[in-house]
């Protein structure tokens, strides 16, 4: 992949269950990271290796958003926690490119404002809001559904990593 073929492309990423809180057990359960204190939510770790593949895929795109469905009480909390585990500095994912909504569908405003060409998220809701809109879609963690053929199945960030680059379009 060289920067040339990847100038128009946009990467977007959902927090919740993906950059934090990977499920690896199929389900649709989110984490302590909304029930418990804030306390209990700050040392919630990042997925397994989310931070290091960012970390190496960040450069190959135009750019990187994180675009999270959550209401106002999880929204602060994940500005804690992105703060707290130092992302940012971390991932080379610029602070200004975090989207909220409060609806899962409504990801597709966004998506489609940013001109987004990649989606990684753990809902298949998402990535059928999103289909026909994003042309690579990463149905993210362990499922207890086969990936239907439209959406690449990325169990882990190492699967995602791999995806990208074995993509051609990133």
Do not use: Y
Request: charged share 20%.
């Amino acid at each position: 992949m060289s920067p040339e073929t990847t100038a128009a492309q946009r990467l977007g990423v959902d927090f919740g269950r993906v950059i934090q809180g990977a499920a690896t057990e199929p389900g649709e359960a989110d984490t302590v990271f909304l029930s418990g204190g804030v306390e209990q939510a700050m040392s919630t770790p990042p997925s397994a290796d989310a931070f290091e593949v960012l970390a190496r895929i960040v450069p190959l795109f135009e750019g990187v958003w994180v675009i999270s469905k959550c209401g106002p009480r999880v929204e602060q909390r994940t500005w804690q926690w992105l703060a707290h585990h130092d992302f940012f500095r971390r991932t080379g994912i610029p602070g200004e490119n975090v989207r909220f909504c409060r609806a899962r569908a409504d990801k597709a405003i966004h998506c489609a404002e940013l001109g987004i060409t990649h989606m990684i998220d753990d809902r298949i809701e998402v990535h059928e809001a999103l289909r026909g809109l994003v042309p690579q879609l990463f149905w993210f963690g362990a499922q207890s559904a086969p990936a239907p053929e439209w959406v690449r199945a990325v169990p882990t960030w190492l699967d995602v990593q791999a995806a990208i680059a074995g993509s051609g379009e990133a």
